[in-house]
Each structure stands twice: as structure tokens, then as C-alpha cells.
């Protein structure tokens, strides 16, 4: 990567997010907008291994200074929750098919940070406290596979019946054609009645920050050193 990198941030009334453009799941929060930049940025190394995991080129930004704010969204109460909910504007842009394999393979990476976190994690006590509260690792799991599906109707598709009874990769998979079929313009396999389907970047971009956000709170949560189980 050459030059500042573009990244917009979602203001909420008692907290922050700062996410990358370009990059989803790279995505952090605070209490102000400096606070989750420098935050964006000290995750730029724990970042840099899903990228790695894609196989696609990243280089950990030394600093905040390195970002450019490109665009400041509003935040509702979902982002005082904890939530990265808003949309940039670059989630609307066409994806052509090599930025979708780009797109799909960091998502792909997220979703395997989450598993591989919460595979390392089996057997192990959960620390508790601000940083991760009381959910146990069982219930981080459900959490994300239900928050998965949800992702998967927001995007405008159901799960269909041949991806029943395999799981998350099922799920994954359904998304992943999901995801293709819309950036193509083509009806998805089994179409759900969304009124305001979710656009394919952001989709991916909600998708991933999710999975990965769960991943490093397990792995901070069970003492795991910086990400790198």
C-alpha cells in the first residue's frame, strides 16, 4: 500500500468506530474519534495476519498519522451498543470480480480467525469483565453463527435446504454465493423479501468485523498472545 490509507468513522453519542475503507473487518471503537484511530491503528499487526491468511498484500500502518478521514457517518445507539452499523459510501460501489475475490477471500479469513480462536479456546476459562463481559464461549458461537444467517436475509437470500445440516459451512458457503450472485446482478439461489437488502460490500464489510471483532475477544479473553493462536 502506497500513501494514507482512506478510512471513514461512525460517531455515536458515547463511542467511536474507525474502520478501513478498503479492508474489511479492520474495523476498531473508543471513546473518541483520536482514541479509535490510534486504536485502528495498533491493530494494524493483528490485521495483517488475516491478510496474510487471504493472500493478499497488507502492510501494518506504523501510525494514526498514515489514515485519511474520507468520511464522518453518524451513529445511532447500535454504535453506543457496540456496534459498527453504518455504511460508507464506498459500500455502494460495483464490485467487479477481481475486487469481489479480494473482498470474499479477507471475509473468508475472518470467518477462519473465528474458528480457530474459538477452537483454541475450548477448555479454557473466559476471562469476564469490560472487555468481554459474562458470555461464555458456547454463547459467542451462537452468536455469531445466528448473527451469520441474519446477514445472510440482510443481504437479500435464504439458506437453502441443500445447505441445512452442515453447519456454519453451509451458511458460509450460501453467503459466499449470495454475495456473488448480487455482484453480478443475478437473482440470488433462494431470495428472501427484504425491502433494503443490504448492498454486497457491506454486507461483507458487516460480516467480517463481526466475525473477527469475536475472534480477538477470545483470544484476548483466554489469554492468547496478540492474536497470533
Not at 160 to 168: C, M, N, S, V, Y
Not at 188 to 211: D, E, F, I, M, Q
Request: hydrophobic fraction near 40%; include cysteine; charged fraction near 25%.
Amino acid at each position: 500500500m502506497t500513501g494514507r490509507l482512506p478510512v471513514y468513522v461512525e460517531v455515536g453519542a458515547t463511542k467511536v468506530f474507525a474502520g478501513a475503507i478498503d479492508w474489511p473487518g479492520w474495523c476498531r471503537a473508543a471513546r473518541s474519534e483520536a482514541e479509535a484511530l490510534e486504536a485502528l491503528a495498533a491493530y494494524g499487526s493483528r490485521y495483517a495476519r488475516i491478510a496474510g491468511r487471504a493472500k493478499v498484500r497488507f502492510s501494518a500502518p506504523a501510525d494514526a498519522e498514515q489514515f485519511e478521514v474520507v468520511q464522518r457517518l453518524k451513529g445511532s445507539s447500535g454504535t453506543d451498543f457496540g456496534v459498527a452499523s453504518a455504511s460508507p459510501e464506498a459500500d455502494g460501489a460495483q464490485l467487479d470480480d477481481g475486487e469481489l475475490a479480494r473482498q470474499t477471500a479477507l471475509l473468508t479469513a475472518c470467518w477462519e480467525a473465528f474458528d480457530l480462536a474459538a477452537t483454541a479456546a475450548r477448555g479454557v476459562q473466559l476471562s469476564v469483565g469490560p472487555r468481554g463481559g459474562g458470555r461464555t464461549l458456547a454463547r459467542i458461537v451462537d452468536h455469531v453463527t445466528e448473527a451469520e444467517e441474519a446477514y445472510l436475509g440482510q443481504l437479500g437470500a435464504r439458506l437453502p435446504t441443500d445447505a441445512r445440516g452442515h453447519g456454519t459451512a453451509g451458511m458460509r458457503r450460501a453467503m459466499l454465493d449470495a454475495l456473488a450472485a448480487r455482484a453480478h446482478d443475478k437473482p440470488v439461489a433462494v431470495p428472501r423479501n427484504t425491502k433494503r437488502p443490504w448492498s454486497p460490500r457491506y454486507t461483507v464489510r458487516r460480516s467480517a468485523w463481526h466475525a473477527l471483532d469475536h475472534a480477538w475477544e477470545i483470544e484476548d479473553r483466554s489469554g492468547g498472545t496478540d492474536g497470533r493462536r
